[in-house]
């Protein structure tokens, strides 16, 4: 038997039966005996055909009847319709109509359209002006998803349909954060990767592994440039935002070279370390120029231009006489060597603007500013959802960003910047997943001012975080629920019910202070009067969806800890098809560095 089962039907019209010409040894067959051929059509689902097709018998015509019986067929064929391997639109109505088959096939028209930009510039190198590097401290996956969510339901969606403005970017990957002594990293360590293009251990800023960490004679020798530092040697604008102190670990890794992150000023460090001669962070930040110059023979460059964050407590000596007009404690300043280094910065930058509120902020002109540093809080800024109650007012980080850019970009060589909010870290550390999810938003909107503010053409910007937590999203809520509320399954209207009886929240923790029912309290650190709950709580009568419900944890501990998995990152602008994959944390400096050309190699 012979089938041609993928054969294109090319005659049109057969005969149903033929006889063959006549043989040697009668007419086309043996003896006499007439040779016939026969042909049926094969209708669609036919086993041998399955789209329909042809049967072809020959055969003698031994009884010289004029057709061929099946005893009578010796070979049967079949020429077979083509199989169908593709679909029309028409044929899958039912998807091509459906909103997620459009939305994805918009997204691959978009991705197609990115690669077509990408292939289209023959030489990237260097083609980024501006770079704007984006921290979302301690904003692991699980974190992005639940903080989209949230936002959708402000908007009133369902929510899970909603966007950040950055997952909105054309590339992304997935960076890994562990240190080169830990598996799960602190934030000095991963910042330092992400600034300097090395890895590093834990609890150590702006040098390579072979520190001793607290040893301060081990410095020396394994310092490593920064992406900011080369940004200034280049000639650029540089600045830098975060809600935290603006010593804390991620911003000070962009300046900083330290055996010990918790070197902030002169107080916390050891003796030993203060007469070897090692500088404490706040030091550093206000002498970076100096210090820079210092490390790199024949450089001449001009200092950070925009400093904006909370801290001021390193900068000013522990005397009631230096205190701020928003001092919270009768003395502010922390700085045992009575040094007021904020006024060591107004005499070497008399150009300079110095701003510890709302108003000195908003009296900001950026066209005319040349430098600023803006030391908002005697430590960590408020809590976005806080904001409104500080002691004299201070700006939002988006607020921050915008003004930063606008004073960054009257330099014609272009600007880094680096961003950071750090108080999505010290909420998970709280267990309070309200201020976790709504400093995030405060964070996409600041994303999205230096996406209007810049042009992508010119402009890498690159969203990240530094780590993640132990923050968990699960119990089978169905589609639009509360993603702060209690899960209620779907097809149902009640709390569901774990075994022990009682209802469940949809986030959570794996350890950390666990349950706390503190109402309308809108700072997440009020949870550290308390020590750890242990054990589940009746959380039947509880609103979980208020700014002061803290999430049970299933681990007792002081604080909630980090997470080791890795994070996303995203990108957009010159250089940004470099993100892609997952790659080591550090590689995320070099695809600056490669977008701006900071290092002018070949």
């Excluded at 044929?91 to 991705?111: H, Y």
């Excluded at 992150?261 to 070897?276: G, H, K, L, Y």
């Excluded at 000013?316 to 280094?341: C, H, I, Q, Y």
Aim: net charge negative; aromatic share 6%; hydrophobic share 35%.
């Amino acid at each position: 038997m012979k089938n041609f089962k993928n054969s294109v039907i090319a005659i049109a019209v057969v005969f149903s039966l033929a006889a063959c010409d006549d043989g040697e040894n009668g007419v086309a067959g043996a003896n006499g005996t007439n040779s016939l051929i026969s042909q049926t059509t094969l209708a669609v689902g036919n086993e041998q055909c399955k789209n329909g097709g042809i049967a072809v018998n020959s055969g003698l015509d031994a009884n010289s009847d004029g057709s061929l019986t099946s005893e009578e067929v010796t070979e049967t064929s079949y020429v077979c319709a083509a199989t169908i391997n593709a679909l029309s639109d028409k044929d899958i109505n039912t998807s091509v109509t459906n909103t997620w088959f459009a939305q994805g096939e918009k997204t691959i028209r978009t991705a197609e359209t990115n690669w077509q930009n990408v292939k289209a510039i023959a030489d990237l190198k260097g083609k980024a002006k501006n770079v704007i590097l984006f921290v979302g401290d301690g904003m692991g996956v699980s974190t992005l998803t639940a903080s989209r969510i949230l936002e959708g339901q402000r908007k009133g969606m369902q929510g899970e349909e909603n966007r950040l403005s950055f997952e909105k970017f054309p590339f992304t990957g997935f960076a890994k954060t562990y240190n080169v002594d830990a598996q799960t990293p602190d934030s000095a360590g991963t910042m330092t990767a992400m600034m300097s293009g090395v890895k590093t251990d834990a609890g150590v800023l702006g040098v390579d592994a072979d520190i001793q960490r607290g040893d301060c004679s081990s410095v020396a020798g394994n310092e490593m440039a920064t992406a900011l530092e080369l940004a200034e040697i280049a000639g650029k604008s540089t600045g830098l935002v975060s809600t935290a102190r603006i010593t804390h670990a991620t911003p000070a890794a962009t300046y900083a070279k330290t055996a010990e992150r918790n070197w902030e000023d002169i107080s916390d460090m050891p003796s030993e370390a203060v007469t070897a001669g090692c500088e404490d962070i706040a030091s550093q930040l206000v002498n970076f120029e100096a210090n820079l110059e210092a490390r790199n023979t024949g450089v001449d460059i001009d200092g950070i231009e925009v400093v904006f964050g909370g801290g001021r407590r390193h900068f000013l000596p522990k005397d009631a006489a230096f205190n701020s007009t928003d001092a919270v404690s009768s003395v502010e300043g922390d700085r045992t060597d009575n040094r007021d280094l904020t006024a060591e910065w107004k005499t070497t930058y008399s150009d300079g603007n110095y701003i510890v509120d709302q108003a000195g902020f908003d009296a900001i002109n950026p066209e005319t500013t040349t430098r600023v540093l803006g030391l908002f809080n005697e430590s960590h800024m408020q809590y976005e959802a806080d904001r409104a109650n500080d002691v004299a007012g201070e700006p939002s980080l988006s607020e921050m960003t915008s003004k930063a850019i606008d004073i960054l970009d009257n330099n014609d060589k272009g600007f880094f910047l680096t961003v950071e909010s750090g108080r999505i870290d010290h909420a998970h550390h709280a267990g309070n997943a309200y201020n976790a999810l709504n400093e995030t938003i405060e964070f996409s909107k600041a994303v999205q001012m230096a996406i209007d503010s810049t042009n992508p053409e010119d402009t890498l910007i690159i969203v990240t975080a530094d780590h993640s937590h132990v923050f968990t999203i699960a119990g089978y809520p169905k589609r639009g629920n509360p993603i702060l509320g209690k899960v209620v399954a779907v097809g149902k209207t009640e709390a569901s019910l774990a075994k022990d009886g009682m209802p469940y929240t949809t986030l959570g923790y794996t350890n950390g202070l666990g349950y706390r029912n503190l109402g309308a309290e809108t700072d997440a650190d009020a949870s550290y009067v308390l020590g750890a709950a242990v054990g589940r709580f009746d959380l039947t009568n509880v609103d979980t969806t208020t700014p002061g419900f803290h999430q049970e944890a299933l681990v007792p501990k002081s604080s909630e800890t980090h997470a080791g998995e890795d994070v996303a990152i995203f990108a957009s602008g010159p250089g940004a098809h470099l993100v892609t994959g997952t790659n080591e944390q550090s590689l995320i400096f070099h695809i600056m560095n490669y977008a701006a050309n900071l290092t002018a190699s070949e």
